[in-house]
C-alpha cells in the first residue's frame, strides 16, 4: 500500500491520462495508460524502479510523488529513455520506446 502521496498521485494521472490502476499489484507500474506504463514514486524508491523500468520494453514514465522526488528522478533518468511525470499530471521529459 502506498502512501498518501502516492496515492493522490496515481489518482491524478490516472484522470489525466485516461489509465487504469495496474491489477499486477507485485509490479513497479501502478497504471497503463494506452501504450503508457507509470510508475509513481517517492525518492526512497526511485532507484529500484528505474532498474525495474529500464529492464521492460515500452514507453515507459516515472511519475514522482513531490518535487524533491522528481528532481532526483531528473538526474537519475537524464540519459535514459524513461519519461517524467510531476506531481500535478504534467510530463516534464518524454520517454522514448525502446
Do not use: W
Not at 491489477?23 to 517517492?42: M, R
Request: net charge negative.
Amino acid at each position: 500500500m502506498g502512501t498518501k502521496a502516492h496515492t493522490t498521485v496515481v489518482n491524478r494521472v490516472i484522470q489525466l491520462f485516461a489509465g487504469e490502476p495496474n491489477p499486477d499489484t507485485s509490479s513497479v507500474i501502478d497504471i497503463i495508460a494506452g501504450d503508457k506504463l507509470i510508475a509513481v514514486e517517492s525518492t526512497a524508491t526511485l532507484d529500484q524502479a528505474i532498474e525495474q523500468l529500464l529492464s521492460m520494453p515500452g514507453l515507459r514514465y516515472i511519475a514522482a510523488t513531490n518535487q524533491e522526488a522528481l528532481l532526483e528522478a531528473q538526474r537519475l533518468c537524464s540519459a535514459t529513455p524513461l519519461g517524467l511525470i510531476n506531481s500535478q499530471g504534467q510530463v516534464v521529459k518524454e520517454a522514448v520506446e525502446t
